[in-house]
């Protein structure tokens, strides 16, 4: 049976973020599939969330030309990790929060316990600076959702903007919790690998997705193709 969450109950409450042109972590929403709930949830009280990726890039030179790079070729991408921290809660634990029945649902206690993989859900909700979908650039972008406008309390309708972000088929390689005399709360940590990044709202990834930087008329593109 589901119980009151911390994004449900009203005092882990939304409150006012500032409308800025910088982005702000205020306004960067993680949805989790939250075990009882069915589909995504906003996970509450997450105090640090973010993704590192690399990859190998290998110069080609040949001989006889000297010292000198033809061309950098780069080799296959790692897979992208994310950093995933919580404030543990007794009724809703990180387990939880992805979708293990884990704490007070269930006998997950241990990376060894899962058996499936979940998705994480970003979504980073523009500035109303930002994030104006009549008069702004960023109506036709891909991977922006644009949710039914909302009245504000004063009467006026406010466009809601959103870049989003799919995590998909992740899994954590890393899971702690420290308990200190000094410290009242208690933080969950874990770093979260993931099977493939995607912005779930197109089918136009693969060989010819429209990346940028292509080198045909009219378009800026590197010297190197030209």
């Given at each position: 049976?589901?119980?009151?969450?911390?994004?449900?109950?009203?005092?882990?409450?939304?409150?006012?973020?500032?409308?800025?042109?910088?982005?702000?972590?205020?306004?960067?929403?993680?949805?989790?599939?939250?075990?009882?709930?069915?589909?995504?949830?906003?996970?509450?009280?997450?105090?640090?969330?973010?993704?590192?990726?690399?990859?190998?890039?290998?110069?080609?030179?040949?001989?006889?030309?000297?010292?000198?790079v033809?061309?950098?070729v780069?080799g296959?991408t790692?897979?992208?990790?994310?950093?995933?921290?919580?404030?543990?809660?007794?009724?809703?634990?990180?387990?939880?929060?992805?979708?293990?029945?884990?704490?007070?649902?269930?006998?997950?206690?241990?990376?060894?316990?899962?058996?499936?993989?979940?998705?994480?859900?970003?979504?980073?909700?523009?500035?109303?600076?930002?994030?104006?979908?009549?008069?702004?650039?960023?109506?036709?972008?891909?991977?922006?959702?644009?949710?039914?406008?909302?009245?504000?309390?004063?009467?006026?309708?406010?466009?809601?903007?959103?870049?989003?972000?799919?995590?998909?088929?992740?899994?954590?390689?890393?899971?702690?919790?420290?308990?200190?005399?000094?410290?009242?709360?208690?933080?969950?940590?874990?770093?979260?690998t993931?099977?493939?990044?995607?912005?779930?709202?197109?089918?136009?990834?693969?060989?010819?997705?429209?990346?940028?930087?292509?080198?045909?008329?009219?378009?800026?593109?590197?010297?190197?193709?030209?």
């Amino acid at each position: 049976m589901a119980k009151p969450s911390d994004t449900t109950n009203y005092i882990y409450r939304m409150g006012t973020a500032p409308n800025t042109r910088a982005a702000v972590s205020q306004k960067n929403k993680i949805y989790g599939y939250t075990f009882g709930v069915g589909g995504f949830q906003q996970l509450g009280v997450i105090s640090e969330f973010g993704h590192d990726e690399s990859r190998t890039i290998d110069p080609v030179r040949g001989v006889g030309y000297g010292d000198q790079v033809a061309e950098l070729v780069p080799g296959v991408t790692e897979p992208m990790t994310l950093t995933l921290n919580k404030t543990l809660l007794y009724a809703l634990n990180l387990f939880q929060s992805v979708g293990y029945k884990g704490g007070a649902d269930g006998l997950v206690r241990s990376l060894k316990h899962h058996r499936w993989p979940f998705d994480i859900k970003q979504e980073m909700v523009f500035s109303e600076v930002a994030g104006d979908p009549v008069n702004g650039s960023i109506s036709g972008a891909t991977g922006i959702t644009v949710p039914a406008p909302l009245m504000s309390s004063e009467g006026f309708i406010t466009p809601i903007v959103a870049l989003l972000t799919i995590f998909e088929g992740c899994w954590m390689n890393s899971y702690s919790a420290s308990y200190t005399s000094d410290a009242a709360i208690v933080a969950e940590n874990s770093s979260v690998t993931v099977t493939d990044v995607h912005d779930g709202l197109t089918d136009k990834y693969g060989e010819f997705i429209d990346s940028g930087l292509a080198p045909i008329s009219g378009v800026a593109a590197s010297k190197l193709f030209q």
